[in-house]
Structure formats: structure tokens, C-alpha cells
């Protein structure tokens, strides 16, 4: 599903106004780039039925060259190759593989190990890198209003036990044919998971980006 041009357009201001008022030193310039962040608020408000106020004190807090956010989700496979899954609490109980932001001081694998045992209770060992993808091209819902990359990883139980958090409700090892049709579809893809699964059964395949 491709997202609507007026929030690929308001997207794009976005990140000229926040690298342009990053490095301009003439006044003038940077109160252009100030009305470009504004006017993308507007379009973006326009777009969603959101204030536009909100949205620009978001464009606000962002500082330095416009570059994406970077988002991990973690395969995690049992020995009878059942996928971990959890329920996300914020977006109405779905069910989605472990994962969420990146963190300052630590690795993407790092951070993805890191979500799993945040979110289920397990420890794992991050074995590859299955896919590198932008948010954008994937068909994901709701739109997001920055760019994102998510990293998939798959991941080797190494201990632990199934425990919820603040953020999950329920964990469970899923069977490929057992998949819940209520899927998280912000943050994980019916055909993201068959590329998991397909990771799992051979190891050897090469990442997959886009």
C-alpha cells in the first residue's frame, strides 16, 4: 500500500527545515527554514486530523541532519520452530514479534536482544541479519511521520522463561500455520514473518533489503 503523497511530501520538508536550521548561520535563512517546518506541520495536520500545533512541537524537538529512526524486530524460533510473539499492550493487545527503537550506547543486535528480554522474559543470542527495511515501502499501518528503518533479526534462545511487561499483555511460541490474524501492522507484516520463517529454515539465504 503506498502512502499518500502528502505525507511523503510533508516528510520531506520536514528534513530540509531540520538539516537547514541545523547548519545555517544567516538569520533570514534560518527563518525560511523555520516556515518550511511549519508548512509541513500544516500538511501533515492537514493530512491526518491532527493539530497542527502538536505536530510542529514534534518537528521542534528534533535536532541535528534530518536522518531515520532505526527500529528492530527479532525472529526468535523454538526447537519445534515455533516463532515468539507477544501482544502489544499499545496498540490494542495485537500480536507482533519482539522489537521496538534502538538505543543510545549500544548495538543494534545489542538492542534487539534487549527488546526480547524486556518483552518475553527470554535471553537470546542474535544470529543474522534477515532483512534491512524502509518502513515506507513495506505497507505498514498507521503511517509514521519520519523515516524509518527497521532491522529484522533472528535471534537463538538461550534462557529464560515467558514474562510479560508493561509493554506486552502475552507470550507464546507460534507453529507457521498458527500465525494471529490480529497483527501489530505498525510494527510487523504478514509477509515479514514468512521471510522470518524463511530465514530460520535456511540460514544461508542472504539478507534482504530494499
Known amino acids: 500500500m503506498a502512502e499518500p503523497n502528502w505525507l511523503i511530501w510533508a516528510r520531506e520538508i520536514q528534513g530540509i527545515s531540520q538539516t537547514g536550521l541545523t547548519y545555517a548561520k544567516d538569520p533570514f535563512d534560518k527563518e525560511r527554514y523555520e516556515m518550511l517546518r511549519a508548512l509541513a506541520a500544516r500538511m501533515m495536520a492537514e493530512g491526518s486530523g491532527l493539530p497542527a500545533g502538536k505536530i510542529e512541537t514534534i518537528f521542534q524537538e528534533q535536532a541535528g541532519y534530518a536522518t531515520p529512526k532505526l527500529e528492530v524486530r527479532v525472529g526468535v524460533f523454538d526447537k519445534d520452530g515455533r516463532i515468539l510473539m507477544v501482544r502489544e499492550v499499545l496498540d490494542h493487545n495485537k500480536w507482533t514479534v519482539p522489537g521496538g527503537w534502538t538505543d543510545v550506547n549500544l548495538t543494534a543486535a545489542d538492542c534487539a536482544a534487549k527488546e526480547v528480554w524486556e518483552e518475553t522474559g527470554y ?46 499483555s502475552e507470550v507464546r511460541f507460534f507453529a507457521h500455520d498458527e500465525i494471529p490474524e490480529e497483527l501489530s501492522l505498525g510494527r510487523v507484516l504478514p509477509h515479514q514473518i514468512e521471510r522470518l520463517f524463511a530465514h530460520h529454515a535456511t540460514p544461508s539465504l542472504p539478507t534482504e533489503f530494499d
Not at 524502509?134 to 528503518?149: L, Y
Not at 532491522?151 to 538461550?158: I, K, P, S
Open 123 to 168: 535471553t537470546v543470542r542474535i544470529t543474522k541479519l534477515a532483512m534491512a527495511l524502509d518502513r515506507s515501502t513495506q505497507g505498514h499501518q498507521p503511517p509514521e511521520a519520519f523515516t524509518v528503518t527497521k532491522l529484522f533479526f533472528l535471534g537463538e534462545l538461550t534462557g529464560g522463561s515467558p514474562t510479560t511487561s508493561i509493554e506486552t
